[in-house]
């Protein structure tokens, strides 16, 4: 399966920053999804990246807030704008891998996340 | 959109039979997955079932009935390394879109 690396992997943030989160895949997707999992939450997606066109985002977020690259098959980045403490969050980008046989699944690969903290 | 739901928390005794179950309402059933996530990791994929019954994996299985909308996860010979907290998510429609349930944490006790 897709090996994904997320950084940074942590980070304290000021209110009213915004921080660049960046997702590197070890091979090339058409998809790149991002979600947002707050404390004690389950996952909430925010939008699915296409190379070469806008990201699809998810009712509840905007482009404004939470803008987002996909400059190539392998890359992505999320940017978290203009925060505050109800942004602290885990971050997680994630893959589609076809797991092919008889189910066809295209099972999601996850990044070990990226944890943000506003004060 | 779509409705799921799953139990809180869970507490089952090491070596036991544990099951969790999850409910949906969706306009679009495409498929349901279950995936594992220990505290402070990603989610890691268990099971997938698309057609009605069970599937097995080791001491993992999944049951699926489409007609119910519910699922459940049977953990059998349950070890500590079990705790953790299990997602149930939907995929829906043509446009493949996966929404998680809450997850519900498992406690394993001695």
């Known amino acids: 399966s897709a090996v994904i690396s997320q950084k940074p992997s942590r980070d304290i943030c000021q209110r009213g920053t915004s921080l660049t989160i960046q997702c590197q895949v070890d091979s090339q997707v058409t998809m790149m999804f991002w979600y947002r999992q707050q404390p004690g939450q389950s996952l909430t997606l925010i939008a699915t990246?296409?190379?070469?066109?806008?990201?699809?985002?998810e009712s509840g977020f905007v482009i404004d807030k939470f803008p987002i690259s996909r400059p190539n098959l392998t890359f992505s980045t999320l940017t978290v704008s203009n925060m505050s403490p109800e942004d602290s969050s885990i971050y997680l980008c994630?893959?589609?891998?076809?797991?092919?046989?008889?189910?066809?699944?295209?099972?999601?690969?996850f990044g070990a996340g990226s944890r943000l903290t506003v004060l | 959109g779509q409705n799921i739901d799953q139990p809180t928390e869970m507490t089952a005794t090491e070596g036991a039979i544990v099951q969790i179950n999850c409910t949906y309402q969706t306009s679009g059933f495409n498929g349901l997955f279950w995936y594992q996530q220990h505290a402070g990791e990603a989610p890691t994929f268990l099971s997938y079932?698309?057609?009605?019954g069970l599937e097995e994996k080791g001491r993992f299985s999944s049951f699926l009935s489409r007609s119910k909308g519910y699922s459940y996860l049977l953990l059998k010979e349950l070890q500590m390394k079990d705790s953790a907290s299990y997602l149930c998510?939907?995929?829906?429609?043509?446009?493949?879109?996966?929404?998680f349930g809450t997850g519900t944490k498992l406690q394993v006790i001695p």
């Open positions: 079932n698309v057609l009605d």
């Open positions: 990246a296409n190379q070469g066109s806008e990201a699809t985002y």
């Open positions: 998510a939907v995929v829906e429609g043509g446009y493949q879109k996966v929404t």
């Open positions: 994630s893959v589609e891998d076809p797991q092919g046989g008889l189910s066809g699944a295209n099972v999601l690969t």
